[in-house]
DNA sequence: GACAATGTAAACAAAC
DNA sequence: AGTTTGTTTACATTGT
């Protein structure tokens, strides 16, 4: 019986794939009214007049600014179907098909990378805004002293119209922060920023309140239309009666969906296909929810969404202004990403990373590449983990490895999984000796907290949990529990990866199960786990060698790989890192190559290959529970002094093979 | 195109 | 009886 499935149930059931095939353009009608002109108010040519002029043009300024991040708008292109509207976890923001998706980019950009670009875009456009508000405050503090020198002046009848008038700048500055706000929004929906709940609620709710929407519609759109113009009037009670009819509004709607819209292909940005009265689904209708930007309004089923939708969303100003919002937001994104892409691929080429050379396209491919090649680096390095003595190419290999590791085949291949989970084939770490440990120690808070799928074959990540633990066993249980514990990704579908998970662990033959007293436990077989690829670079050891010292990478590796290797050490779990996992767990078990090396580590020699597993386990022994971060009690204490030995040299020196049980095999 | 590695799904069976 | 753990098989995708 199949019970399998039956724990996890779970069954990440989106199969429908990702019904939201396009992303039609947002007819909205949007694009119409280009905004300039807002002839609306009065008449009378006074100093008031002078201010309010001077006020439009600020107003205008921001527009401007506003529409120049999203310039690209004009371009269709973004509205191109993307079949694989894979489950972007972010708003379709980044859907246009010169983009990569958030979560591609996730993929192929290791977290740091990813880290520092979000930061750097953040705080880019932080910048940008502040600048602007500044120049804002500081031109609205002068209007206001002009003000009060023309009412000191004398000029009573303007005092009214002053008094609204500040008011009016007052509003302005409030829409200014608004849009701040906004905009950071806009960063962290894309889910590409770890957001913090907390924060990130505020903001959305300030920023996503339908009134607030209008209101920042009103400023950014630019003029409204002549209908618009006329409603204006009636502004106020729209945008109450907005308020009203959704008083929910604020805060789930949109909270969510940034922080759950995530690989699972669950992320319901708002799309407007006008023809979405699909039968099932509808990009707007999620979880028994309107989906529409700041409406939470539950809808048991589609009928009364669409009711909904058709009452509530009405193409009037309010669902027209929330729309360009939506369109900006999408805009904005593209617009930095684009920016970020080149300046990526910029870097990349003046760091003479010739990816696969420097395409001159900015997009996908490049960042796939430069991608790999980031990756590769990272194989290159050692990790806080040992090497295998064979190892000598292996850290070698990545190289020669051509140009792209991950490459587009990771972007697409989600798309014929149902799951968001597409079989990421980041062949990139367990491949050659795992650069894992130095990856996680690195980005161990990045995966802890952010859904984003470690580039790591299942093989490895198991191997390095094992690795891990105290006595380098788990037990399958332990193995889940790491998973879980170290990337937030493994919090979800756990049935598939669980089973993967199992998989690998049957099917390779570098773990090792062995029985012990409380169950069986899972090893590994480092020698095995080397062998995995043994055709690749064992032809040509003089190859291997100019690699090394060649390539200018030689050199490059040694320091990247010492901070690397300090930095995972700082950062990972202190018991992991340490050598003195290596060593001992490579009880040596005297092997041809591995022999060799292992000389150097015959400190251990004291573990005798005999040292059965069980042994083991019985004086260091910590299973049962998952004791995580403990500083294990293993008798070994290499630690102290082995510390910084990771850099390739010492360290490489081979863990080999982990422990007799081979034989189970 | 063959092949290896990897990921996912699923069927089964044995152990818990 | 229901779960968990393991093993296998099948199939798809990618990269070599």
Redo the contacts with the bound molecule.
Sequence with gaps: ????????TI??TPSNQNGVSSLTSQSDGGGGREGGSNGDTNGEISPVDLLHLQQQQALQAARQFLMQQASGLNSPSSNEVKQNTVQVPVSMAMMSPQMITPQQMQQILSPPQLQALLQQQQALMLQQLQEYYKKQQEQLHLQLLTQQQQQQAGKQAAKEQLGSKQLAFQQQLIQMQQLQQQHILNLQRQGLVPIQPTATMQSLQQAMCPSDLQQLWKEVSGVPSSEEALKQAEGLDLSTNSSNSTSAFPKAASAHMPLHSLPNGQGHTPKRDSHEEHSGSHPLYGHGECKWPGCEALCEDMGQFIKHLNNEHALDDRSTAQCRVQMQVVQQLEIQLAKESERLQAMMTHLHMRPSEPKPFNQPLNLASSASLLKRESEAYPEGLPHPPTSAAAPITPMR?????????????HS????G???????NS??FCTPIASELAQNCEFYKNADV?PP?????LIRHAILEAPDRQL???EI?NWFTRMFAYFRR?T??????V???????KC?V?VENVK????TVDEVEYQK?????MTGSPTLVKNMISGLGFGSLNASYQAALAESSLSLLNPSLVNPSAASLNMLHVGHDDVSSTVEQVNSNSSCSPTLSPQQYSHHVHVKEEPTEIEEDCRPISLLAHVTHSLPLPSDDRDLEEDLPTEDLE
Excluded: C
């Design positions: 019986m199949m019970v399998e499935s039956a724990s996890e069954r990440t490895q051509g140009p792209s590791v991950i490459s587009s085949s990771s972007l697409h291949s014929h999984h149902p799951h989970v597409g079989p990421i084939r980041r062949r367990d491949k799928r790591f074959t299942y093989a490895s037990t399958l249980n889940y579908n049935a598939t990866w669980k089973n993967a199992r998989h690998n662990l049957s099917l390779h773990f199960r169950g069986a436990v899972w995995r690829r043994p055709p690749k």
